[in-house]
């Protein structure tokens, strides 16, 4: 499996953006996505998933309300709709691939996903 993460670019706070992840694999529609970020030298922090199946989504505390995380099974894409952006959001951010998970299930534990895309760079100004 290869994700193919963009969308990333420089914003002002407010503002509106909108992250999207290509797979390839033949069994899109049975992998738990989600995305993370990383800032700086830290570690990553979960951001959302979305199961497979009926699509059950969760959302890190930080971003609930703003943040949206959608699947497109038909072209093997999830994409994180990202509104009123603040500058602590600024980080870069990827997508990862569960291949290996029940349905329905959502996954937080980055160390759940096998697959990860190159990361996308999303810079908020104040």
């Known amino acids: 499996v290869q994700l193919q993460a963009s969308g990333g670019g420089l914003v002002q706070a407010g503002d509106s953006l909108r992250l999207s992840c290509v797979a390839s694999?033949?069994?899109?529609?049975?992998?738990?996505m989600g995305w993370f970020r990383q800032f700086g030298e830290k570690g990553y922090e979960f951001v959302a998933a979305?199961?497979?199946?009926?699509?059950?989504?969760y959302y890190a505390d930080s971003v609930k309300g703003r943040f949206t995380i959608s699947r497109d099974d038909a072209r093997n894409m999830v994409h994180l709709q990202m509104n009123n952006l603040k500058t602590e959001d600024t980080a870069v951010y990827y997508c990862?691939?569960?291949?290996?998970?029940?349905?329905?299930?959502?996954?937080?534990?980055?160390?759940?996903?096998?697959?990860w895309g190159q990361g996308t760079l999303v810079t908020v100004s104040s």
């Open positions: 990862a691939a569960d291949p290996e998970v029940l349905k329905f299930r959502v996954v937080s534990d980055r160390t759940e996903y096998d697959y």
């Open positions: 694999g033949r069994s899109f529609s049975t992998y738990a």
């Open positions: 979305v199961s497979w199946g009926d699509g059950r989504y």
